[in-house]
């Protein structure tokens, strides 16, 4: 039976991690960087995957670690080749002037943002870089903000699939609407990341 999670099968990834036999692990840790550097496939299919793939701890320990490799990547690189184009980019996608970055508001705003997802994981990234945001503030708020998801994930993967405990996985699917519907709401009348820019 073949589980689904957007237009991603599960079972797919699960089958592409284990062909690297005991460089699973790594593999799994290779995707979870790529994947936040270069968003392609979601990240709850990946992180469940690894849940049922790994149990809890391991499954937790390679989301968490390999999406803050990969959003530390996209930052130095965005840090590095930023440019008008990237911004025009940006804001042209998004709606977002990432050359009006609030830096002061960088710690907080980058930890909510991660916990809250309004912002696109991509954005938070490049504005973070090109908005010269200082790599540990970017670092420790990045960190402690994918705490929350990457155990939501890891966790739904396991309740659902693995162990099909339909009150575990309507606990853990109700925290993910609880952070995500309000988001919104919780962020207005705070300093934004970026200045949004009226289309």
């Known amino acids: 039976m073949g589980y689904y999670l957007g237009n ?17 692990p790594l593999a ?13 496939f979601p990240y709850v299919v990946l992180a469940s995957a690894c849940g049922m793939l790994f149990g809890f ?15 530390c990547v996209a930052y130095t690189l965005s840090r590095l080749a930023g440019g008008n184009w990237v911004c025009q980019k940006i804001q042209s996608r998004w709606g ?23 912002i696109p994981t991509p954005l938070i990234n490049i ?29 739904l993967g396991i309740s659902l699939l693995r162990n099909r405990d339909v ?7 109700g ?5 995500a519907l309000p988001g919104r709401c919780l962020t207005k009348g705070r300093t934004p990341l970026a200045q949004k820019v009226d289309q």
């Open 175 to 179: 925290i993910i609407l609880v952070l």
């Open 57 to 71: 701890k391991l499954g937790f320990l390679l989301s968490w670690s390999g999406a803050l490799l990969g959003a």
């Open 28 to 40: 799994a840790f290779l995707l979870f960087a790529l994947q936040a550097a270069l968003p392609v």
């Open 127 to 155: 504005a973070a870089g090109i908005g010269k945001v200082p790599f540990w503030h970017f670092f420790f708020s990045s960190a402690l903000g994918k705490i929350p998801t990457a155990l939501l994930y890891t966790g």
């Open 167 to 173: 009150k575990s996985t309507l606990l853990i699917l």
């Open 8 to 24: 991603v099968s599960i079972n797919v990834v699960i089958n592409y991690v284990q062909s690297f036999g005991i460089m699973a």
């Open 96 to 118: 977002y002037d990432v050359q009006h970055f609030n830096r002061e508001a960088a710690f907080w705003g980058i930890l909510l943002a991660r916990i809250i997802p309004v």
